[in-house]
């Protein structure tokens, strides 16, 4: 079992930054494959990054504005995320899974979940 508590969530104008933690207990991060996905209303779940042991891997409209990254001695992951856009306003989700050597981007390919964090861009 693994428990994700995500926080760092807000209001943000375009432009801005917000680096969101998921703090990670139950598993060290050697095993599993942590992701971060988000959903805008009515909306699909969608990939964002994923980080397995040094590599990580980003969904095409993220890349180069956020950054995936962890702190072994805290068992947290971040997310940076820079240059935020309206179209960012999003729940978004830390998950897990037993590490494998692809990163999936398919939500239901990760078995464990955080709550979810509010992130609201402003124009």
């Known amino acids: 079992q693994v428990q994700l508590v995500e926080s760092g969530g807000g209001l943000v104008q375009a432009g801005g930054s917000l680096r969101l933690s998921c703090a990670a207990s139950?598993?060290?991060?050697?095993?599993?494959?942590m992701a971060w996905f988000r959903q805008a209303p009515a909306q699909e779940r969608e990939f964002v990054a994923a980080?397995?042991?040094?590599?990580?891997y980003y969904a095409d409209s993220m890349k180069g504005r956020f950054t995936i990254s962890r702190d072994n001695a805290k068992n947290t992951v971040y997310l940076q995320m820079n240059s935020l856009k309206p179209e960012d306003t999003a729940v978004y989700y830390c998950?897990?899974?037993?590490?494998?050597?692809?990163?999936?981007?398919?939500?239901?390919?990760?078995?464990?979940w955080g709550q979810g964090t509010q992130v609201t861009v402003s124009s």
């Open positions: 980080r397995s042991g040094g590599s990580t």
């Open positions: 998950a897990a899974r037993d590490r494998s050597a692809t990163m999936p981007t398919k939500s239901g390919e990760y078995a464990y």
């Open positions: 139950g598993r060290t991060f050697s095993s599993v494959t």
